[in-house]
């Protein structure tokens, strides 16, 4: 099968160093320092037991370099990069080729596929003039769920955090179980990423979104990990509320989660914690993905009517935040004092 890692960053170069050190054939899109370290070099994974002792050769492409069509394409690019790439990732696959999102928080297809009161609704926070739901066809996408704690830590060198719930959870988009889906966690998990394919893909994209939601955005407002945040009283009883307005919207959609929201924020105290994502990049100046994390959740609250005061003022907070960062240029990270 010929394969296509588009947007090599810490989730796109680990998938793509396993799979080419498994021997998969594999490419890997990047852009700038990092197409330079990983078409020189390769990449380095660093972790207690995903970490590997020598650099992992990949074929690493620029942008309009690939050699299309693939036949499965796992899209890793952030969720607000989706719509301005989409045309061009497209046109690397043909008519049966499979492409994989497994982008953080709610996807833009999330009311196709299934009944529901909502069928058909259209999340314009997700999609505001259609363009991805014009660009893939149902058929094609294939939703993900990545449990791979990581971090970028400089151009081809990746930090991993390893834990018992490590997977690359995949599904299709009408709940069916198919036999393609057995093909793609077969070759995640021999390269050594557990695949899980599951029925009910939407619950895992909240259950995620649990985590997500909550500590993502603090994060990027707190410089903190989940760990720190939740082992300060105040933000620990935020997080619980968080929580709790999610797992509301959640139900209100057909997704109820069986879930402690204090057990489950009290549980990230002692969780071996790398800085979310969202911080990541208020650290290196990128823009924040927010959207499919938080906004979105305030377009669902005006949908269904559940009130959402706590996720409410965070997203204010951190998409202003995001306007500094994206209109002023600057890049926000700890300084040392002493």
């Given at each position: ?196 394919p599951v029925e ?109 005061p706590n996720l ?27």
């Amino acid at each position: 099968m010929k394969i296509l890692v588009y947007g090599a960053g810490a989730i796109g170069g680990y998938l793509g160093a396993i799979l080419s050190a498994g021997g998969e054939d594999v490419t890997l899109v990047a852009r700038g320092a990092q197409y330079d370290a990983l078409s020189s070099r390769g990449i380095i994974l660093e972790g207690p037991k995903s970490g590997r002792p020598d650099p992992i050769k990949v074929r690493a492409v620029r942008p309009g370099e690939e050699k299309p069509p693939y036949d499965l394409i796992f899209v890793t690019l952030k969720s607000h990069q989706l719509v301005s790439a989409a045309p061009h990732v497209r046109a690397l696959g043909g008519a049966d080729t499979m492409f994989v999102f497994p982008q953080n928080g709610i996807p833009w297809w999330y009311f196709d596929g299934i009944e529901s009161r909502y069928k058909g609704t259209k999340l314009t926070t997700l999609d505001p003039d259609g363009v991805l739901s014009r660009t893939f066809e149902s058929p094609n996408i294939i939703a993900g769920i990545a449990f791979k704690p990581s971090d970028l830590v400089e151009p081809g060198r990746i930090r991993l955090a390893d834990s018992d719930a490590d997977s690359m959870t995949i599904g299709e988009i009408d709940n069916r179980m198919t036999p393609r889906l057995q093909a793609i966690a077969k070759i995640t998990s021999n390269a050594g990423w557990p695949g899980k394919p599951v029925e009910d893909i939407r619950k895992g994209k909240w259950t995620k979104l649990l985590s997500n939601a909550v500590w993502n955005t603090m994060g990027s407002l707190t410089q903190t990990n989940a760990r720190e945040a939740a082992n300060f009283e105040s933000t620990e009883k935020l997080a619980v509320a968080m929580t709790r307005e999610v797992m509301s919207l959640a139900a209100a959609v057909g997704s109820p989660l069986d879930v402690d929201a204090q057990k489950l924020v009290t549980n990230s105290k002692n969780r071996v914690s790398l800085p979310p994502s969202t911080l990541q990049d208020v650290r290196a100046g990128r823009s924040l993905e927010l959207d499919a994390i938080i906004n979105v959740l305030l377009e669902i609250s005006r949908l269904t009517g559940v009130a959402t005061p706590n996720l409410t003022v965070i997203a204010a907070c951190a998409n202003l935040l995001n306007q500094r960062i994206t209109m002023d240029g600057v890049a926000i990270r700890p300084v040392k004092l002493k």
